[in-house]
Every structure is written in structure tokens, then in C-alpha cells.
């Protein structure tokens, strides 16, 4: 499975962006997704991850504020990213999620980076 990440960019606190990330292979439309991020320094977290049926999960800091979707028919997913903070600066990857069944994909893309600052 190849992943493209795309829609990363420099934004101001209270800001919005929206990635987009779209995967080769059929497997993706079986599979649970998630988005992932890296900060400087940290290891890479499960920010949100979607079932192939649309079930959603977020972890508790962007709760409220992110939104994770899909389109199968597209190979797609997308996080809707709002109200941005200093603390969501990081690089941001899109793969298989080990929820609903599913599993990580072998091969991660090259991410998108997000800044957020004044």
C-alpha cells in the first residue's frame, strides 16, 4: 500500500487545515485508518482513526476539535483539523489503524507538516 499525505502547512493559532491522504490498494476500503503524528523529539501517536463503516475514534487532546472521514470510493481519508494550538505542530502521517480489526500497513508515506504558530 502506498500513502500520499498532502494539505500540511504553516497556520495561526485558532486556525483550520485539512489533510488529505490517499492510499493505492484495495485493502483500504476493508481496513480501519488512522492519522498519526510526530512532534519533534516525541514518538509517533494515533491522533483519530475511522472503521471502514465510518466509527470514529479520537484521542482526549483533539477531541472537539479534529474530524476524521473517509471516502472509500475515493481511496481517501481526511482529518478536518480546527481551532488549531501550538501543541498540534508536528508532521502528520496517514496509515492502517490496529482498531475494528484492522491493522497497521507495512510502509508509512512521507507526511505533511503542520505548524501552527503566530
Known amino acids: 500500500v502506498q500513502l500520499v499525505e498532502s494539505g500540511g502547512g504553516l497556520v495561526q493559532p485558532g486556525g483550520s487545515l485539512r489533510l488529505s491522504c490517499e492510499a493505492s490498494?484495495?485493502?483500504?476500503?476493508?481496513?480501519?485508518m488512522g492519522w498519526y503524528r510526530q512532534a519533534p523529539g516525541k514518538q509517533r501517536e494515533l491522533v483519530a482513526a475511522i472503521s471502514p463503516g465510518g466509527i470514529t475514534f479520537y484521542v482526549d487532546s483533539v477531541k472537539g476539535r479534529f474530524t476524521i472521514s473517509r471516502d472509500n470510493a475515493k481511496n481517501t481519508v481526511y482529518l478536518q483539523m480546527n481551532s488549531l494550538k501550538p501543541e498540534d505542530t508536528a508532521v502528520y502521517y496517514c496509515?492502517?489503524?490496529?482498531?475494528?480489526?484492522?491493522?497497521?500497513?507495512?510502509?508509512w508515506g512521507q507526511g505533511t507538516q503542520v505548524t501552527v504558530s503566530s
Open positions: 496509515n492502517g489503524a490496529a482498531r475494528w480489526g484492522g491493522a497497521e500497513f507495512g510502509s
Open positions: 490498494g484495495s485493502i483500504f476500503s476493508i481496513n480501519a
